[in-house]
């Protein structure tokens, strides 16, 4: 039997969200049973105070989104990347139980994208729907 995923979550910020990025961490915190490396980059903005165990990365400039998100894996060490904006937040504790589940099934697998979805139940935003099958 193989080592399950390991999971590694970048989060950008440029500091200027400081409730929203509590509330993106906490939700990567959450995941059950499946523990996640966190590294949050501050992308040409400072970095609040992270809680013990969540790496801090702080670049002198803002990159662009990109870039900065590249500059976070290259400190990662897991197998599954996850990215999330400081104003994100996973509406499941599981997803990287599922993720994982998705991944180790389908050695194909190479990429999944997140539908955003307003949590109080307005429109999903049409430019962050993936466009292969929308619909489904």
Partial sequence: MSEPLTFCAVVLTRGDRPVELVQAVDSLRRQHPVECEIVVVGNGGDVPQQAEGIETLRLAENLGIP?????????????????????????DDGLFALLRNEFSADPTLGIVSFRIADPAGGPTARRHVPRLRAGD
């Fill in 67 to 91: 870039a900065g998100r590249n500059r976070g894996v290259e400190v990662t060490h897991g197998d599954v990347i996850v990215f999330l904006d400081d104003d994100g937040v996973l509406a």
